[in-house]
Nanobody
Framework: EVQLVESGGGSVQAGGSLRLSCALSGYTCSMYEGWFRQAQGKEREGFAV???????SYADSVKGRFTISKDNAKNILYLQMNSLQPEDSAMYYC?????????????????????WGQGTQVTVSS
């Protein structure tokens, strides 16, 4: 059974940093592993992904501030978040897709085909 468990969320002031962790289990190979977030009243947004050959992509909204990484020995996916701003406040989710669709791409495949954690809340105050 594929399981993802996020941790590391919390409250921080603007300009601060947090590191989220996502413990992964129940699979050996994936197509995509990534992070999404959903602010209240907004759609879920994918913003950081690692694909099966290690290629990393970021949404423009977090590029230069957030870093996705994975410890393969421990099966933990990380998200280092620096220079946090109030607009980064959201529930943060990790996701993994074991499949690749014909034309979806990483964000769509994670969203539509993926397994998800329960989420961890990040709140940034000004």
């Amino acid at each position: 059974e594929v399981q993802l468990v996020e941790s590391g969320g919390g409250s921080v002031q603007a300009g601060g940093s947090l590191r989220l962790s996502c413990a992964l289990s129940g699979y050996t190979c994936s197509m995509y592993e990534g992070w999404f977030r959903q602010a209240q009243g907004k759609e879920r947004e994918g913003f950081a992904v690692i694909d099966s050959d290690g290629t990393i992509s970021y949404a423009d909204s977090v590029k230069g501030r957030f870093t996705i990484s994975k410890d393969n020995a421990k099966n933990i996916l990380y998200l280092q978040m620096n220079s946090l701003q109030p607009e980064d406040s959201a529930m943060y989710y990790c996701a993994v897709s074991l499949q690749e669709s014909m034309d979806g791409g990483p964000w769509a495949d994670l969203r539509d085909l993926g397994y998800w954690g329960q989420g961890t809340q990040v709140t940034v105050s000004s």
